[in-house]
């Protein structure tokens, strides 16, 4: 596994973000309202110009692994507070997913402790609190890993927010994985360590990887973590600095967990931007997140796109 291991530079650190400043709240409110009226038009020459690397070949594979979803209760969200111009309402969930690789046992985006409200969304701004609160109902992840019978061998987030991070905090042993962009930012940034994020990460064996590797179909940088090319992460930042989808070769086709980066499937198929609140909050980097939620829509039909948060896509791959 093509993994290096980073000292840890989480333990001390305070947990508690910035406050969001005046101009931050002013621009989440304007923004919020032109989502309603005026949806972001999809860019045309930017797809063009991913349209013919869409086409190209995925990385070859000499192993395939198999995903699992683990058990998760979801919630109905009304679609126009979430994107924009999108009606109806979606149902999501706080997901968590396991890759059975033949060399380890790979627990994805580690969701919820026990007790999430106490540990974890009271950390978060007040604004974001009220609106990200899950409910009671809500499954921790160290209770649906225990429901399917995983023990993971370590944790791989696609980015450092609470809800991908946090259910470390019921796993203390376990090794933790993250871009080594991602880490880098979680110990200095101002809104990646509410949450749980810097208490989950501290005291236990953190591993890094780079982004070194060559293009894959509409993505810039690559990482094959087995070099067998079963499990390969690309770059999706925007959403976070270091956020990475996972393409994993399945034996029913390649499937890429993308977490953040489009929160529901129809997001990515409508091309529609997050909704200015809480898009402006979340997103570190609006454009650039604009920008990969592009490349996720140019990508070949055959892929299947599955964001962390869009549960019935996610239940494809869910434990009978």
């Known amino acids: 596994m093509e993994l290096r291991n980073r000292p840890n530079p989480f333990a001390g650190l305070d947990p508690l973000p910035a406050a969001y400043t005046s101009r931050q709240l002013v621009e989440t409110a304007v923004a919020g309202a032109r989502s309603f009226v005026a949806p972001r038009r999809a860019d045309r020459r930017l797809l063009d110009s991913l349209s013919e690397r869409a086409q190209g070949p995925l990385p070859p594979a000499t192993r395939t692994v198999r995903l699992q979803t683990l058990r998760q209760r979801p919630r109905p969200v009304p679609s126009r507070l979430l994107y924009e111009g999108m009606p109806g309402a979606g149902r999501l969930s706080l997901q968590s997913f396991v890759v059975h690789h033949p060399e380890a046992t790979i627990l994805i985006d580690p969701a919820v402790p026990r007790d999430a409200d106490a540990r974890a969304v009271s950390e978060l701004q007040p604004l974001l609190r009220r609106t990200v609160r899950p409910p009671a109902t809500t499954i921790p992840t160290i209770e649906a890993l225990a429901t399917a019978g995983v023990r993971p061998d370590l944790a791989l987030s696609t980015h450092a927010h609470w809800d991908h991070v946090s259910g470390l905090l019921d796993l203390p042993d376990l090794p933790a994985v993250l871009h080594d962009e991602e880490l880098t930012w979680a110990a200095a940034g101002d809104h990646a360590p509410a949450g749980g994020v810097r208490r989950g990460l501290a005291d236990r064996d953190l591993l890094e990887f780079s982004l070194d590797g060559p293009p894959v179909l509409t993505f810039e940088r690559s990482h094959d973590l087995f070099g067998d090319g079963s499990i390969v992460l690309?770059?999706?930042?925007?959403?976070?600095?270091?956020?990475?989808?996972?393409?994993?070769?399945?034996?029913?086709?390649?499937?890429?967990?993308?977490?953040?980066?489009?929160?529901?499937?129809?997001?990515?198929?409508?091309?529609?931007?997050?909704?200015?609140?809480?898009?402006?909050?979340?997103?570190?980097?609006?454009?650039?997140?604009?920008?990969?939620?592009?490349?996720?829509?140019?990508?070949?039909?055959?892929?299947?796109?599955?964001?962390?948060?869009d549960h019935e896509r996610a239940s494809e791959w869910a434990t009978p």
């Open 234 to 309: 690309v770059d999706l930042a925007g959403h976070t600095p270091g956020s990475v989808g996972v393409l994993l070769a399945t034996v029913g086709g390649p499937v890429l967990l993308v977490g953040d980066a489009a929160w529901h499937g129809l997001q990515i198929e409508h091309l529609r931007q997050r909704s200015g609140f809480p898009g402006c909050l979340v997103d570190v980097d609006r454009e650039q997140t604009w920008r990969t939620l592009h490349r996720l829509h140019a990508l070949p039909a055959s892929v299947k796109v599955v964001p962390a948060h």
